[in-house]
């Protein structure tokens, strides 16, 4: 898809502008509207009709409410975009992903919850210094795996979501998978079938003086698609702060940051 889209634009008299200050401000406004297979028109070039499938985007859409501003983009609570490609035509669906903590907060009209980077609910220093409630804001990446569209933040669960409607399913451990909470990277990795069949890759972290790994692996096709197939927990010294990984046919490749755990 990325090829056939690239060959389209290189092909078209009209060039991208260089940086433009409205487009790069325009990432830190909140998206008002929600839109239901909506169709577009390319800017330049024409979508290749031997284009099809979709494409799914996460990100913060909400940055502000009642006034308020979060204190960085990644506090901002997540919403989901599908492109659907086909016969030369694009349609456009996004939704905010229904959190707990979002419809809690569309209730009330106002912030509720402190956020991971540093954004803070009313009420000043004491209102916010014994809170330790953190929203899920589901808003880091998307991925689909057996008959659901998962909306992934690293600290908690995935929510699930139809994958053509977009409407929010809710928390999933995925059929007991993982329990209440449990940690469930958003930054999971695909292998194409060294071991049989395509599988997502993915891992939690438990941090502490000593750190607890834990390895999953999912099938992605198929009647097993979205079934757990391969689980194994490693603990090692030291604490951890794990973000991201690598995956060869054989390891899982992890990097141990030089960072200390000093309550």
């Known amino acids: 898809m990325t090829n056939a889209m690239n060959q389209a634009l290189s092909d078209s008299p009209v060039q991208p502008s260089t940086y433009d200050r409205d487009d790069w401000a325009g990432a830190f406004r909140n998206v008002e ?24 985007r996460n990100g913060p859409g909400r940055l502000e409410r009642d006034g308020r501003w979060v204190h960085h983009p990644f506090d901002g609570d997540g919403m989901i975009c599908a492109l659907h490609f086909s ?13 707990e903590g979002w419809l809690a907060e569309e209730a009330a009209d106002q912030v509720l919850y402190r956020g991971v980077f ?3 609910k009313p009420g000043g220093p004491l209102a916010n210094a014994f809170d330790v409630r953190l929203k899920n804001i589901a808003n880091t990446h998307v991925v689909r795996l057996g008959d659901d569209l998962l909306a992934l933040w690293e600290a908690s669960s995935p929510h699930a979501l139809d994958p053509t409607t977009l409407e929010t399913r ?12 449990e940690a469930f990277s958003a930054h ?42 391969a689980d194994r927990s490693d603990s090692f010294k030291g604490f951890a702060f794990l973000h991201d990984f690598a995956i060869t046919p054989n390891w899982a490749v992890f990097l141990q940051n030089a960072v200390d755990f000093n309550p």
Request: glycine share 14%.
């Open 118 to 120: 540093g954004t803070q």
């Open 188 to 229: 999971p990795r695909f292998d194409p079938g060294h071991h049989g069949e395509p599988r997502m890759v993915t891992f939690g972290v438990k941090t502490g003086p000593r750190s607890t790994l834990r390895l999953m692996e999912f099938a992605t096709e198929g009647p097993r698609a979205g079934q757990l197939v």
């Open 170 to 181: 809710g928390l999933t451990l995925l059929d007991g998978v993982l329990k209440p909470g």
């Open 33 to 56: 509207v929600e839109l239901e297979n909506e169709p577009l028109v390319a800017a330049r070039g024409e979508i290749p009709p031997e284009l099809s499938g979709c494409l799914y």
């Open 87 to 99: 016969e030369g035509g694009a349609l456009f669906t996004n939704r905010f992903v229904r959190t």
